[in-house]
Antibody
Framework: EVQLVESGGGLVQPGGSLRLSCAAS????????MSWVRQTPGKGLEWVAN????????YYVDSVKGRFTISRDNAKNSLFLQINSLRAEDTAVYYC?????????????????WGQGTLVTVSS | DIQMTQSPSSLSAFVGDRLTITCRAS??????LNWYQQKPGKAPKVLIY???TLQSGVPSRFSGSGSGTDFTLTIDSLQPEDFATYHC?????????FGQGTKVEVK
């Protein structure tokens, strides 16, 4: 069974840091781009970052550039998100997701599956 | 960033109803549009990608159509397990932005 399990969320003060992890199983992790997506009640779903199979390319939404770092360890089938300088607006459920795409058309892509999510709460 | 607007934001329906949810993009996105279903406390699950391709395992009562800026998700004969929130997402540009969601509730 293809499965993604996140961990590492919690309550953190503004300006603090957290490292989120995502353990993958049931598929060849090193063969896929991977993403982090977050969800807040107010803003809905927001793609945060993604990373190429070998980690050589990484992309971020503008609002997290310079504060968040995505990484992966293919030997351990794990995806990570280091989040620094946390702000109240970073409060969200963070999901990891496998990127699927249509061969020959990288715009034809979707997320499947998603993990169950981990809650990050930024508050003093 | 491309803005995605779903309508309605919420609706009430009976089991057996035919339902249509609309998603409009702020600029043309060709057919790079996905639909996800999300149940309370759960992660989203892809239903349709590339505007009209049904994900494997998804019931055929779900269908998607549209191109350019206007897209629809249709559910034929709504089932009890279909009461959920539905999200559209464009992947024409990065970041792949989502609509605000449409909550489908029991009437």
């Amino acid at each position: 069974e293809v499965q993604l399990v996140e961990s590492g969320g919690g309550l953190v003060q503004p300006g603090g840091s957290l490292r989120l992890s995502c353990a993958a199983s049931g598929f060849t992790f090193s063969a896929y781009w991977m993403s982090w997506v977050r969800q807040t009640p107010g803003k809905g779903l927001e793609w945060v970052a993604n990373i190429k199979q070998d980690g050589s390319e990484k992309y971020y939404v503008d609002s997290v550039k310079g504060r968040f770092t995505i990484s992966r360890d293919n030997a351990k089938n794990s995806l990570f998100l280091q989040i620094n300088s946390l702000r109240a607006e970073d409060t969200a459920v963070y999901y990891c997701a496998r990127d699927r795409s249509w061969f020959g058309d990288l715009r034809k892509k979707w997320f499947d599956p998603w993990g169950q999510g981990t809650l990050v709460t930024v508050s003093s | 960033d491309i803005q995605m607007t779903q309508s309605p934001s919420s609706l009430s329906a009976f089991v057996g109803d035919r339902l249509t949810i609309t998603c409009r993009a702020s600029q043309s996105i060709n057919s790079y549009l996905n639909w996800y279903q999300q149940k309370p406390g759960k992660a989203p699950k892809v239903l349709i990608y590339a505007a009209s391709t049904l994900q494997s395992g998804v019931p055929s009562r779900f269908s998607g159509s549209g191109s350019g800026t206007d897209f629809t998700l249709t559910i034929d004969s709504l089932q009890p397990e279909d009461f959920a929130t539905y999200h559209c997402q464009q992947t024409y540009t990065t970041p792949g932005t989502f609509g605000q969601g449409t909550k489908v509730e029991v009437k």
